[in-house]
């Protein structure tokens, strides 16, 4: 059967605190462990990192979702190598790249998906800032193009960018549909129209919780329509440290992030049984 995975983002442990103490990658892991994650989500660096994420979660059954930035089509090669000798459960491909000529934007996605057909695991692109997928525009202009291309929906990026009108309006709401439509796994914070990254437990915050559970809630119901009966949908908390995190005037976080991203996961798995119990 259908099943739902919440990983926890390595880069989102880290807890940049003007006191300077960091965990270590060890302890990082044993932490999201601990706490009943699935897996984990890292960027990639050397391979040295790359074996002890994997000599740390495959023994204790937790997937691994990897992230790169290539920007060039040969960039990828290397990763899809890499990433062959292990049991990654998907690649995220932040496409590092700005070309304002459309043909570049085309002629790149191709080369990827054309390398990504030799691999036998699944490679995703991001939706995010400052990359290809940028804009809520041009994203949807490349999915005329590649109608089955599959995303990987970090939403946030597109509230943020787009700064959309609140309400948010049925035109808008249409447009992150298509999109969401196209995306086999997120990656999970909640935006407001002016910062990428809000703390979930304010109350004064909730509109945009709502209006994010909504997008994941549509988002969790069309993969189930579209994917198959023994595959997994990865969520991952990605709630950042600073400057994706606000700041006080300390230099220090206004809330628990830790706690933040617990409580994330609550939400991300409620969604999750709620429209697994609800007619498709």
Known sequence: MQQFKVYQSLWAMERRHTDGIELSLHENLEKIHAAGYDGVSFSLGDEAKVRAVDAFCTPRGMGMEWQCFPKTVEDLLPVLELASKYPVHHLDVQPDARPRDFKEVVRLIDGWRRLAEQVDFPVYIETHRDRITTDLYATLDI?????????????????????FAWPVSDENHAYMHRVID??????????????????????AHQPWV?????????????WQRRAGPDDSLVFVGELGPKPYAIIGRDGNDLSDRWQDALLLRDIAQGLWAEVSGAPK
């Open 143 to 163: 999915l005329d193009v590649f109608p089955d291309l599959k995303l990987l929906g970090d939403l946030s990026h597109f509230l943020v960018g787009r700064e």
């Open 182 to 203: 196209n995306c086999w796994a997120f990656h999970g914070r909640v935006a407001s129209r002016e910062q990428v990254q809000i703390e979930i437990s304010f109350p």
């Open 210 to 222: 709502e209006l994010f559970k909504g997008w994941w809630r549509y988002g969790f119901q069309s």
